[in-house]
Each structure stands twice: as structure tokens, then as C-alpha cells.
């Protein structure tokens, strides 16, 4: 069993940063694809970015060049450091970690989210 406890939420100013954190509890973190998604109020959850074990990374459009994912694996973590942010990244934020490739019948998981704000 998983347990993700995401924080680092809170409201920031248009161009601001923000450091969102998730904590992951048992053993098996360093072979899951961590990843971060986010809804914004009546609208679809949609993907923000994703890292692999190995590092890899993949990022939505709207994050590129403003949003970096990153894990360390000995503190069973992944962050999501967002940068210049805009009113348009407001949403509740979610940590998110799904099986590995060759392991697909292991479980994804989800935390509670936290909430993001961009406003003046």
C-alpha cells in the first residue's frame, strides 16, 4: 500500500513560484512513474507532468519552460517546482503514481491534492 501526501500549495501573485512536494509512504516508490496532474473548478483533470524511476520526464504543453518534476528517490518525493506562474495554473494539484511498465497489475495511486492559487 501507497499513501501520497502532497503539500507546498497556497496562493502566489501572477509570476510567482511555488514548490509542491509529495511524500510517498512504502517500499516500492523507486519503481513507479510519479506524476502531477490538476483540475481547475469544471474542468477535466489533465496531466501536468510525469517522471520515471530512471528520470525521464514528460510535460504538458502548458508546462514546458515553467514547470520542472524531479524525485529523490531516498526520500521517496517528487516535486513539481512551477515557476511564472499565471492566473491559468489555478487548480488543485495531484501527486499521482502509476506501475511501472512491467508491472502493470499494481495499483495507481492517488493523494488528496493541494490547492493552487494565481491571483493579484
Known amino acids: 500500500q501507497v499513501q501520497l501526501v502532497e503539500s507546498g500549495g497556497g496562493l502566489v501573485q501572477p509570476g510567482g513560484s511555488l514548490r509542491l512536494s509529495c511524500a510517498a509512504s512504502?517500499?516500492?516508490?523507486?519503481?513507479?512513474?510519479m506524476g502531477w496532474y490538476r483540475q481547475a473548478p469544471g474542468k477535466q483533470r489533465e496531466l501536468v507532468a510525469t517522471?520515471?524511476?530512471?528520470?525521464?520526464?514528460n510535460s504538458a504543453d502548458s508546462a514546458k519552460g515553467r514547470f520542472t518534476i524531479s524525485r529523490d528517490n531516498t526520500k521517496n518525493t517528487v516535486y513539481l517546482q512551477m515557476n511564472s506562474l499565471k492566473p491559468e495554473d489555478t487548480a488543485v494539484y495531484y501527486c499521482?503514481?502509476?506501475?511501472?511498465?512491467?508491472?502493470?497489475?499494481?495499483?495507481?495511486?492517488w493523494g488528496q491534492g493541494t490547492q493552487v492559487t494565481v491571483s493579484s
Open positions: 499521482n503514481a502509476a506501475p511501472p511498465g512491467y508491472y502493470p497489475n499494481l495499483p495507481y495511486y
Open positions: 512504502g517500499s516500492i516508490f523507486s519503481i513507479y512513474v
Open positions: 517522471i520515471s524511476s530512471g528520470g525521464s520526464t
